[in-house]
């Protein structure tokens, strides 16, 4: 039996200890909003949050997040109103939408640790998050928005 | 008292004769001690021989360019990736302490044991490049600045030769004898080359000429 605390909710989940997270957050917690893109690491779909840091849930074993605190998209917000959520609907950011919880997961620890990051800090924080529709001009301008939003409002997570 | 004065004489003929024997037999006793002395066990034996040194630094060089070694040592702020040495796909950065920045962290991607299967993350716990104010760079030196750049503690991470000794079983070090499928080994296995980077250092520490 390994323990998970998610979005705030603690589970105990039946899995093998090299179980990749994103497997018990989908299949045995059964939040979906984190996607599965290329299994290894290499696309950003199934970024987290695991104490606060960007994780890539596809090559995370469940034994390495066991006792740590982890974030899905789900948890980012109560009412989906993080700032990053308001300005991605706000600049109509995605196309498939695939991508996107990791893209905004992503720019979530980027806005955490730079509240008022430039186009090169956006790039270099963003570098790692495919998205194979290119909606890549959007999300620097709503990655600017949420930013403007936050420090309008006091809101970082 | 003429006697009396001969006397003195005689003892004092007979102490002198006594000293030197005993001097003689006691440097006797250190000249067939051939064994060296190490009183303190902190203090490491350096036996100069500048052609040994030269010739282990050769072995030394041959593993710290390789790429299981280089890549992580980028002349740049981006890790080197693959047998090529390409740059990092994702262009991950150096950052201040050698972990990445923002979303693009090391650990992120980088767990704390290889992940299965061809060119995945390879993995250690301490998955880092050298911080941005030591930056020890091994790409594009040659033998020589390599050498020298290793032994000066303001551009090796502050190591004195114990400390350089050690190093050669540092845990990420050693990570790179194991670097998960689809990448080639160093050129030789660990334990030559700590034979080598050990020669090296206790036979003088030279560096080659070039």
């Known amino acids: ?157 | 008292m003429k006697k009396l004065l001969n006397a003195n004489r005689g003892l004092i003929r007979m102490a002198c004769i006594i000293g030197v024997v005993l001097s003689l037999v006691t440097l006797l006793a250190f000249a067939m001690n051939t064994e060296p002395k190490n009183n303190n066990p902190q203090k490491i034996m350096v036996v100069k021989d500048s052609i040994a040194s030269v010739q282990a630094f050769k072995k030394v060089y041959s593993v710290l360019m390789s790429p299981r070694c280089m890549n992580c040592h980028p002349s740049g702020n981006i890790p080197l990736q693959g047998d090529d040495s390409h740059l990092h796909t994702m262009n991950p950065q150096r950052g201040v302490d050698g972990k990445g920045l923002y979303a693009m962290k090391c650990a992120n991607c980088h767990q704390p044991t290889n992940t299965p299967g061809r060119n995945t993350p390879p993995g250690n716990t301490n998955w880092h490049l050298p911080p941005a104010n030591m930056k020890m760079v091994f790409q594009g030196r040659t033998p020589y600045q390599l050498a020298k750049q290793l032994l000066d503690p303001k551009q090796n991470g502050n190591k004195d030769m114990k400390k350089l000794l050690e190093h050669a079983d540092d845990g990420l070090v050693l990570s790179g004898w194991n670097p998960g499928e689809g990448r080639t080994l160093p050129p030789m296995s660990h334990a030559d080359f700590k034979k080598a980077w050990t020669t090296w250092l206790t036979t003088g520490a030279y560096a080659p000429k070039k």
């Open chain 1, 1 to 157: 039996m390994i323990s998970l605390n998610v979005n705030d909710q603690n589970f105990e989940i039946e899995a093998d200890p090299d179980m990749p997270l994103l497997w018990a957050i989908r299949d045995l917690i059964g939040l979906t909003g984190t996607k599965f893109g290329c299994g290894v690491a290499q696309c950003g779909a199934c970024v987290v949050h695991m104490n606060g840091e960007a994780v890539r849930s596809c090559v995370t074993k469940v034994s390495r997040a066991q006792g740590q605190k982890i974030l899905t998209i789900e948890g980012l917000s109560k009412a989906n109103d993080h700032p990053l959520q308001l300005a991605w609907n706000e600049e109509n950011v995605p196309q498939c939408g695939y991508c996107h919880s990791g893209q905004i997961m992503s720019a979530a620890v980027l806005l955490k640790e730079n509240p008022n990051p430039t186009d090169a800090d956006i790039d270099l924080a963003m570098s790692g998050n495919i998205c194979r529709c290119g909606t890549y001009p959007r999300i620097r301008k709503a990655i600017h928005m949420a930013a403007e939003l936050s420090r309008k409002t006091g809101t970082t997570k």
